[in-house]
């Protein structure tokens, strides 16, 4: 029986480590790994996505992306043909977006994000060992947040708010957490729903991933 490629795409500034702990059966399945690459100035995300998905070796691949990685993949899906489409802790369509998200977009809000912060987060994780709560996301940050460089940064922060897809793809499986705390599950129309999973589930909830994502690849 030929295998089902499969694709996952990580979620803004990540790197593929986050899909460490999900494993698929290999006799059914063969999973790739699609990476962050460095925009260039300005550059409309249906560009981007065309330059990821020269990536994609497979004919009617199954591509499953994570946050704006889920955004990411709807593009690709576009470019190429998808046997399917799953994204996890993402939108499915702008509306979506909580308020805070919208009035950003209005305002323009995200020019003035510290990304330049986010380059720096092995110098936050030293300051701020007396908190173990603060630590512990500080590692999980830099472990799996790799890609920080800030024109990447900026362009994705921009790219994300000012994602402008009104109508969601029906096709798409959307997999979402409860207690999602960046897309709340309270915006999100239609999904599959992960009781108690925040944004970073990939990492903390994998456990329910690879007990259901074979039957929702191949269902």
Known sequence: MEKIPVYFMPGLAASPKIFENIKL???????????????????????????????IKHENPVLVGVSFGGILVQEISRIIEARKV?????VRSSLEFPRRMRFAKMTKAYR??????????????????GNNMITRKLNLYEKYMSFR??????????????????EADEKVVHIHGTADEVFPAKYIKSYIPVK??????????????NENLPALIEG
């Open 86 to 90: 799953i994204i996890i802790s993402s």
């Open 112 to 129: 003035m994000f510290p990304t330049s912060l986010m380059e720096k987060v092995d110098w936050l994780a030293r300051v701020s060992f």
């Open 196 to 209: 108690g999973g925040t944004h970073i589930m990939i990492v903390n909830k994998y456990k329910w991933l």
């Open 149 to 166: 460089d800030k024109k990447y940064l900026d362009w994705a922060f921009e790219t994300v708010i000012t994602w402008n897809r009104a």
């Open 25 to 55: 059966p290999e006799d059914r399945f063969e999973m790739y790994f699609l990476e962050w690459i460095l925009p260039e100035p300005h550059e409309p995300l249906e560009s981007y996505a065309k330059r990821v998905a020269a990536n």
